[in-house]
Every structure is written in structure tokens, then in C-alpha cells.
């Protein structure tokens, strides 16, 4: 099956600096990623989605320059949380449907990572 | 406003009985519908999928159902296991002609006890 990978699982790190999380395919390419963030006891909610040589489209609410994201290759999409700050904590998971297969195909979710901003 | 409700946050069967998991959504269109499991501390992973045009759909223990006019879609789990412990959520993709975007519901977390 088609996995998803994401670097780191976890990350502390203080107010005020930024954190990059990586979303790998491991076996399959994908133009697009999608990436969620969950909140304690809450669903997923779409943050914006990674499009691989242009730029992300972001979900109403996200703030595309705190949030960065950069799709540079078929199996690589980033996403830099800049000036982090105690409300950013929360469990960020990134997803990807195979190339060729972007609809009406499940998506492959990534394990996540969790992110704590002291 | 665009609303998607699953039944109950928590869900407590006994093993052996069937698990009846419920979505019902407001103001959507979907094009299908999707159901995921998801583990504490995990990434959900993908269950079934079943399309607007569908009633029905299985796969080994699991059923959905999809009833556009009530806009509801029920998930079971048959002869249920503590295994299947776990978060369900329901996702709705209402797809524009790019690559699906879902939108999640808020998700039941169903408890199987021996």
C-alpha cells in the first residue's frame, strides 16, 4: 500500500522560532498534498493544499505567510510554521492521494506530528 | 452553514455486536463520501468509500451506506472486536475538478469491551 511519511513525529521548541515538518510519499508521487491540523478531541481541519511548482492554496482563516508550505518535488512537500507561538500547538498531519489518482480515490495519511510551542 | 455531525463523540458495544456509526451532514453536495479510522496519537487510515450514485458498500466486517436525500451515511462494524477500538471519522469530499479536498466530521470514538 501507499505509505506517507513525516519528519519529525515530534517537536518542542519555544516561542518565537519557526519549525519545518516534512511530508514524504515513499512509493507513489503525488502533485498535490493536503495538510490538516487537530486540535485535542477535535477533527481534522484542512489548513491548505500543497501543489507540487506552484504555489499552495490555503483555507479561509490560515495565514499563508505563517504558515509556509513548498511542494519542490513529486514526493516532498514542507511546511514551516514561522514565528511559532503556544496557540500553533497542536497535531499536524499531512496526506496525499497517488498521481493520476486525485479523485474519487482515498487519501494516505501521514502519522503525524506533534507539535508543542513552549 | 456547512455542518458535518457525527451521532455521538462515544460509542460502548459489547464484542460480538454490531457497531452502528452515524454522519449526517448539512449544506453539501457531496460527490462521495469516505470513512477513516483513526488511532490516538496516529494518522487516520482509510476504511470505504462509497459514491453519490451508491446505496450501499462492503468490505469484509465493515457496511455503509449513503442516502443523499436524507444526506446521512451510516457506518457499521459486524461481530465487533476490541480491535476495532478506535476514532472513526467520516469525510465528505464535495470535488471541483482538482484534486479532492475532505472535509472531516467531528469524529466517534467507539469503545469495544469483552
Known amino acids: 500500500g501507499a505509505v506517507v511519511s513525516q519528519h519529525p513525529s515530534w517537536v518542542i521548541c519555544k516561542s518565537g522560532t519557526s519549525v519545518k515538518i516534512e511530508c514524504r510519499s515513499l512509493?507513489?508521487?503525488?502533485?498535490?498534498m493536503f495538510w490538516y491540523r487537530q486540535f485535542p478531541k477535535q477533527s481534522l481541519m484542512l489548513m491548505a493544499t500543497?501543489?507540487?511548482?506552484?504555489?499552495?492554496?490555503?483555507e479561509q482563516g490560515v495565514e499563508k505567510d505563517k504558515f509556509l508550505i513548498n511542494h519542490a518535488s513529486l514526493t516532498l512537500s514542507t511546511l514551516t510554521v514561522t514565528s511559532a507561538h503556544p496557540e500553533d500547538s497542536s497535531f499536524y498531519i499531512c496526506?496525499?492521494?497517488?498521481?493520476?489518482?486525485?479523485?474519487?480515490?482515498?487519501?494516505?495519511f501521514g502519522p503525524g506530528t506533534r507539535l508543542t510551542v513552549t | 452553514s456547512q455542518k458535518i455531525e457525527q451521532n455521538s463523540e462515544a460509542l460502548n458495544i459489547q464484542e460480538g455486536k454490531t457497531a452502528t456509526l452515524t454522519c449526517n451532514y448539512t449544506?453539501?453536495?457531496?460527490?462521495?463520501l469516505q470513512w477513516y479510522r483513526q488511532d490516538p496519537g496516529r494518522g487516520p487510515v482509510f476504511l470505504l468509500l462509497?459514491?453519490?450514485?451508491?446505496k450501499e458498500k462492503r468490505k469484509e466486517r465493515l457496511k455503509v451506506t449513503f442516502d443523499t436525500t436524507l444526506k446521512q451515511s451510516l457506518f457499521h462494524i459486524t461481530a465487533s472486536q476490541p480491535a476495532d477500538s478506535a476514532t472513526y471519522l467520516c469525510?465528505?469530499?464535495?470535488?471541483?475538478?482538482?484534486?479532492?479536498?475532505?472535509?472531516f466530521g467531528t469524529g466517534t470514538r467507539l469503545q469495544v469491551t469483552l
Open positions: 496526506s496525499a492521494p497517488p498521481l493520476g489518482r486525485d479523485f474519487l480515490y482515498e487519501q494516505y
Open positions: 512509493d507513489f508521487q503525488a502533485t498535490t
Open positions: 500543497s501543489n507540487e511548482g506552484s504555489k499552495a492554496t490555503y
Open positions: 449544506n453539501y453536495s457531496p460527490a462521495y
Open positions: 462509497i459514491r453519490e450514485n451508491e
Open positions: 469525510a465528505l469530499d464535495c470535488h471541483t475538478g482538482t484534486a479532492s479536498k475532505l472535509t
